[in-house]
């Protein structure tokens, strides 16, 4: 018996800068892609890949943000894999993004018959798994996204590290509440660490945490102040608003 067509939506992110077709079951273009995008740091005429890129929401909204920005999104699922290349076409990033379908923790090898060779990279950016496997989620696609394993996070760095040219940027969003395993993670072989918590509300403990760092650098860390998402009535914020509809950059550098 043939597979039933799998079902999808069309749905403008961006204040309707992006439209994604994406499955209607499984893990969702959400608040983590737009603000991961917007935090990373990138110029016209460089290449940034992005690790486990789903549909491509936050490879998608940074070139958007960056013209004339390479961008290489790389993705474990042939099924999401192929709709990043379709949402790539359909946005008119077909010239300057592509989509692969690839393992992260592939081999130096593979990444290299796919076009990605260590130095490759100006930035890395990553929402990587980061739920732990005590509750998954019963849907496959979501699990895949969303469950990790204590080496998940080290993996995806290590992966980043080798992509990144000598004083290359990874950007990555993680659980609030494990700003330790983030820190401890990017230790080995980065430096310069710039962390920013994610608040829902004011008063309320982060979220998430975004963070930034620069290969080989020895700098010190800075943790910066927070991004809250919404007031106490509920209304987002005027710096929310503009980068979650309005595509605005996410700083993570000290003023």
Known sequence: MPAEPLAVSEDAVLGGRLVLRQPLRGHRVGHDAILLAAATPARAGEH??????GVGGAGLALARRVEGLAVTMVEIDPVLAELGRVN????GFAGRVRSVCLDV????VAFVAA?????????VLMNPPFNDRQNPSPEPGRRL???ASPETLPQWLRTAARLLRP???VTLIWRGDGVADVIAALGAGFGAVSLIPIHAKPGAPAVR??????????APLVLL??????????????????ILREGAALSLVEA
Do not use: F, H, M, W
């Open 48 to 53: 940034a890949v992005e690790l486990g890129s």
């Open 88 to 91: 790539a076409e359909a946005n």
């Open 105 to 108: 923790a592939a081999t130096a």
């Open 115 to 123: 076009g990605l060779a260590p130095g490759s990279a100006d930035a």
């Open 145 to 147: 996204a969303r469950v």
């Open 167 to 169: 004083s290359g940027t």
């Open 209 to 218: 945490v975004v963070a930034r760092a620069i290969k080989g650098s020895r």
């Open 225 to 242: 102040p927070g991004l809250i998402l919404a007031d106490a009535g509920g209304k987002p914020t005027a710096q929310a608003e503009a």
